[in-house]
């Protein structure tokens, strides 16, 4: 990792609180959203994209569709012989979404990438499948896209384009994904040939502004600390 790149992931965490586990290489966090996230666009044979998306709340009317929700024994794994049930985001559920992507290089076959990333908050639920196609519709990747999706960034649903099996686990016996026994790290093993994509999003909840305000506290703190013992 280079000076440029340490410096930008230093930035991310301070901002979002978001970081990646010492094993985990594989992961490039992205201080500011890709324009495009489309197949061919944003490729890498050994890196894993991850950047913030949308915060929400969910609406007494909203009904948002996950694969999983993350149950209180953890740890938790997904794959295709445990791929979650279908599940509905309570009303009042505060999350901000983050978007995970793999896309192998071009003329590379097929690329297996093993990694971890960390959260400020505990992982509430988790949208992996996508099976879709044109006969059969949008699976659950592509219908979040108009929740999560943030307005700067072409993802793979604008209009005209269809790709199957854009998610990860659907479909895929390699996809491996789990829910650390901190609720807050998630390990994965994605899969991706060079002419498809794996995507999905990890829904983090979000801390109540008092809460926020204690963690500041604390922080401060502890840096008033370290310059008395200086």
């Excluded at 340490?6 to 490039?28: E, H, I, K």
């Excluded at 519709?137 to 929740?147: A, F, H, K, N, T």
């Excluded at 005209?160 to 895929?172: L, S």
């Amino acid at each position: 990792m280079d000076r440029r790149q340490t410096v930008l992931t230093a930035l991310l965490v301070m901002a979002t609180g978001l970081s990646a586990r010492p094993a985990a290489a594989a992961v490039q966090l992205l201080s500011s959203p890709p324009p495009n996230v489309n197949v061919g666009v944003l490729q890498s044979d050994t890196l894993v994209y991850l950047f913030a998306e949308k915060q929400i709340t969910v609406g007494d009317t909203d009904a948002i569709t996950v694969d999983a929700l993350v149950p209180a024994s953890l740890p938790v794994t997904y794959d295709t012989l445990h791929p979650g049930t279908n599940a509905l985001l309570a009303a009042g559920t505060k999350v901000r979404s983050y978007f995970v992507h793999m896309d192998a290089a071009a003329n590379s076959g097929a690329i297996v990438i093993t990694g971890s990333f960390t959260f400020p908050g505990d992982v509430v639920a988790l949208i992996f499948e996508d099976s879709g196609t044109a006969s059969s519709g949008p699976g659950l990747v592509d219908v979040s896209d108009s929740i999560f999706g943030l307005a700067g960034v072409t993802y793979p649903t604008h209009p005209g384009v269809q790709i199957a099996y854009r998610g990860a686990v659907e479909g895929e016996t390699a996809d491996i994904i789990t829910v650390a026994a901190d609720g807050r790290t998630v390990n994965f093993t994605l899969r991706a040939v060079d002419t498809g994509i794996d995507q999905m999003r990890v829904l983090v909840a979000v801390p109540e502004p008092g809460t926020l305000l204690l963690l500041g506290v604390a922080a401060a703190g502890a840096a008033l600390r370290r310059r008395r013992t200086r």
